[in-house]
């Protein structure tokens, strides 16, 4: 079965962190594009980070840049997403993706394969 699982989310104190895991089976993420995505109550779903599994680029949106650190294993075909400085507009539940594509793509409509969500919360 393909399928994506997020794993490591979590309550954590403002000023925490969290890592979160999201593992892959039924494919390999060799040339696919994995992304991180949010969404919190009454809001729409957004993009946190994206990193392509064909050279490693990464992006980050704004409202996370420098706190959160995507990365992949593609031996464990497992991209984490670790989550620093957390702060409570960060509650969210959080689902990877995956978008069969070498090119990052960072709209939520560009990817075809999503895992079931984890939820995080930050305290403050």
């Known amino acids: 079965e393909v399928q994506l699982v997020e794993s490591g989310g979590g309550l954590v104190q403002a000023g925490g962190s969290l890592r979160l895991s999201c593992a892959a089976s039924?494919?390999?993420?060799?040339?696919?594009?994995i992304g991180w995505f949010r969404q919190a109550p009454g809001k729409e779903r957004e993009g946190v980070s994206w990193?392509?599994?064909?050279?490693?680029?990464?992006y980050y949106a704004d409202s996370v840049k420098g706190r959160f650190t995507i990365s992949s294993d593609n031996a464990k075909n497992t991209v984490y997403l670790q989550m620093d400085s957390l702060k409570p507009e960060d509650t969210a539940v959080y689902y990877c993706?995956?978008?069969?594509?070498?090119?990052?793509?960072?709209?939520?409509?560009?990817?075809?394969?999503w895992g079931q969500g984890i939820q995080v919360n930050v305290s403050s």
């Open positions: 990193i392509s599994s064909s050279d490693g680029r990464t």
């Open positions: 993706a995956a978008d069969d594509s070498v090119v990052v793509h960072t709209s939520p409509l560009d990817y075809e394969l």
């Open positions: 039924g494919f390999t993420f060799d040339d696919y594009a």
